[in-house]
Structures are given as C-alpha cells and as structure tokens.
C-alpha cells in the first residue's frame, strides 16, 4: 500500500482526543533504524501499534473507527494475539493496514507495579510476560501518547529481560509434537485424506522446523526473525531449502514432502541437542 497515508498522525490525533486511550505506542518497521534495509519501511509495509487503554471493550467493533479523521476502513477483524492473550485487531483502510495490540490499563498498571518490585527479573509469569513485550518492542518503539507514563516501563523492560529462548528441553518437546503430527499425515494419506493432509503438513510440520531453525540460528548468532519473517533475505540456499514445502493434492507428492519435512526435523535437532533426542522407530 502507499506511503502516502501517515496512519500514524491520523493515530495520534485520534489517540490525544481519546481519555481511555493512555498510551499509544508505533512499533514495527515504520519506527525502526532507516539505515537498516531489513527493518525499515517500504511500500508493503502496515503500521503497528500497541494501544494501553482503560476500555478495551470499545475495539471489539469497528465502531471507534469511526473517529479516525481523512481515512475509509474497508474490513476490521479482532482476534487475541499469541503473545499476552490480549485483543489484536487486523484493518483495511484505503491506503495502509495497520495491527493494533490492544493492553488493558489494569494489565500494563500491575506489570508496572511488579516491575518496580523487580518480579521481572525472577522466572514466573511476570518474567515470561515481559520477555514477550520485550521482544516484540526491542527493535524499537515511540510513544506517540504517553510516554511520560509508560515509556519508563518499556525501557527497563528491554534493558532487563532478554528475549524468550527456546531450550533444549522445549525443542525436544516440539519434536516430539512433530513426530505425532508425522503419523498423523502418514495414517491421513494412506486413508485418503489429502487436503487434510496438506493442511496439517504447512500448519504444524513446517510451523515446527521453523521455529526450530529460528532458534538455531539466534545460538549461531545470526540475525533472524520469528514466523518465518524476512526468512528469505536472510537464510541461506541450504536453509530455504531445507523448510520450503511443496506439496500437491497427491498422495506421492504429500509422502515426499512430509519426508522431507521429517528430514529437516531431524537435521535441525541434531544441530540443537544433538544426541539428547533420537527419531522414534516408526513402523
């Protein structure tokens, strides 16, 4: 979409006329290093916004939208985001796109008081919930409406807690799911239920090796981005390869790629754990 809507001056007008709305942050491309090729804005790129506000019932509809002044909202959908559980809404405008995590002021209020106790910095729920913040803010974030309240929290959260890790006990746990979702399609195909199938094989196999060489390459080192994110522009030939699914509505065809899928699976976790975890034998 283009660049020519600024999405976020129509935000924070909206934002500074709204009481319920306490903070409003922009996160995402359109905030991030410019010098960075692979963080900052394109033509493709949405804007994302986290919004802490005292009336999260108000986003359950698109009605709020209303009050965005010089832009039309096309479709609006409302889901609960993987980190936090918390609303996420999805919307078309004409223009631009935009993904709005929506923080309870009573959720971002007692986060704030635990962190001003240190509860941040022991393992519990409070550490994991702010593991998930600060991964998803650390690559840079601006308040556009409440800064003075809340930035404070956003700065000790990413200068104490380091980005959740997936251990070697957690990537055995995911190749074990991915040894029962590998009968599953074996058992699928041999019955006939291709589009099954195929469904389970890019939702859960491949979701599985992703994960999995994400985390093998942040222990590398490397630069790298979850769901699968920018994977193109910086894994190698090898890598691509390895989690590319290519699976056609036949029963060879789907054998073949959950194969391969099973191949990768290995291969990533020899690199992770390496002998901790063996492939089960499977009649």
Known sequence: MSLAVDFGEIMT??????????????????????TDALEFADAYSDWDFQIITSNPQMFANRAWTRDLTGIELLAYSVRTAQIGGVPKINAVFAGTEADIVVIPATAARLMKLAVAFSLHRREGRVRRRAQDLAEVIRPGWRFLKGGATWDPLFCRITNDVPDPRLGDEAARQLAEIFVCDYVWCLRKIARGELRATQRVLHQELAEVNLKLLHELKRRKGERTFTKARRIERIATSDELESVTVIAPLDSTSL??????????CRQLMRSLVGESWQWPKID
């Open 13 to 34: 007008a909206w934002a500074k006329k709204t009481p319920s709305v306490s903070g409003l942050v922009l996160i995402g491309s359109r905030e991030r290093e410019k």
């Open 255 to 264: 054998h073949v790629a959950v194969a391969k899928a099973a191949a990768t």
